[in-house]
C-alpha cells in the first residue's frame, strides 16, 4: 500500500524558513524521480522541484529558484525541501510524489500546508 507522508508546514513570517519532509512507503523510492508539489487556494497543482533517483540533479521552478533545496535519503525513503527567504505567495499546500516524467503512483498524501504571513 503506497503512503506518502508531508510533514513540517506551519505558519512563518515573510523572510523565514521551514523545512518539509516526505516519508514514502509501500513502493520502491529509490528507482523514482521525486518532487514537491504545491496547490494554493483556487489554483492548480504545480511542480515545485523535481530530484532524480540518487539526487545527483535537480530542478526548480523559476518562482523558487535560490531559496528552495531539494534533497533525499534513500536510506531513509524520506525527501526533504528546505526553504528559505519565504515570500506570502509560497502559501500553498505542499505534496510530494513522484515527478510527472514517471509512472503515476496514483495517490496522493494529505500534504503539509504551508503559510507565510505576518
Known amino acids: 500500500q503506497v503512503q506518502l507522508v508531508e510533514s513540517g508546514g506551519g505558519l512563518v513570517q515573510p523572510g523565514g524558513s521551514l523545512r518539509l519532509s516526505c516519508t514514502a512507503s509501500g513502493f520502491v523510492f529509490n528507482n523514482y524521480g521525486m518532487a514537491w508539489y504545491r496547490q494554493a487556494p483556487g489554483e492548480e497543482r504545480d511542480v515545485v522541484a523535481t530530484i532524480s533517483t540518487r539526487g545527483s540533479m535537480t530542478t526548480y521552478a523559476d518562482s523558487v529558484k535560490g531559496r528552495f533545496t531539494v534533497s533525499r535519503d534513500n536510506t531513509k525513503s524520506t525527501m526533504y525541501l528546505q526553504m528559505n527567504s519565504l515570500k506570502p505567495e509560497d502559501t500553498a499546500v505542499y505534496y510530494c510524489?513522484?515527478?510527472?516524467?514517471?509512472?503515476?503512483?496514483?495517490?496522493w498524501g494529505q500534504g503539509t500546508q504551508v503559510t507565510v504571513s505576518t
Open positions: 510524489n513522484v515527478d510527472p516524467g514517471s509512472r503515476p503512483l496514483g495517490f
